[in-house]
T-cell receptor, first 115, second 115 residues
């Protein structure tokens, strides 16, 4: 069974600093996808970035990048030059096939950006 | 595109009442997912549909929960009778395909409170 672990329940970061949110995963399927979603206080789930297990390069989307270390089974989200609007819950999620097409989510990290 | 639409956004009901949550997926998306988010259990997949057919309902907590997708543009999640422990945010998500390369787009969620 697949599992996502986010070990940081909460983080405080100074504005403009870079942030790394940790995510480790466990799956026996060679084909899988890793996703990061942002959930601001308003409650919606916003897709940020995706990494496929066969991708050779780390994914990047604007200020977001994914530090994918396959051997370590980690997929950390890096936010460069953090902004106050980055304050939110961040969820790491995985799709790993095997007939189940839903996403498995981690417990999330509550990120607070301080001015 | 308007994105995934859910209604109502908030629902307050008394224990024992029937609750119906509604979802309109993004046009052209073949997959529809229902998730539930609680503080204790995080985000959990309840059920998902492919081309209007329920594929996996193993996440549905008990027989009080049922979901239907009568056509490609509409799905319902029904709880009958509702109980206080059903209080949660219920998300609907849709995707074009399933699989590791596939992003799921989430609706704004329905916050259900059962008193």
């Amino acid at each position: 069974a697949q599992k996502i672990t986010q070990t940081q329940p909460g983080m405080f970061v100074q504005e403009k600093e870079a942030v790394t949110l940790d995510c480790t995963y466990d799956t026996s399927d060679p084909s899988y996808g890793l996703f990061w979603y942002k959930q601001p206080s308003s409650g919606e789930m916003i897709f940020l970035i995706y990494q496929g297990s066969y991708d050779q390069q780390n994914a990047t989307e604007g200020r977001y990048s994914l530090n994918f270390q396959k051997a370590r089974k980690s997929a950390n989200l890096v936010i460069s030059a953090s902004q106050l609007g980055d304050s939110a819950m961040y969820f790491c999620a995985m799709y790993s096939g095997g007939g189940a097409d839903g996403l498995t989510f981690g417990k999330g990290t509550h990120l607070i950006i301080q001015p | 595109d308007a994105g995934v639409i859910q209604s109502p956004r908030h629902e307050v009901t008394e224990m024992g009442q029937e609750v119906t949550l509604r979802c309109k997926p993004i046009s052209g998306h073949d997959y529809l997912f229902w998730y539930r988010q609680t503080m204790m259990r995080g985000l959990e997949l309840l059920i998902y549909f492919n081309n209007n057919v329920p594929i996996d309902d193993s996440g549905m907590p008990e027989d009080r929960f049922s979901a239907k997708m009568p056509n490609a543009s509409f799905s319902t999640l029904k709880i009958q009778p509702s109980e206080p422990r059903d209080s949660a945010v219920y998300f609907c998500a849709s995707s074009l395909f399933a699989g590791a390369l596939n992003e799921q787009y989430f609706g704004p969620g329905t916050r259900l409170t059962v008193t």
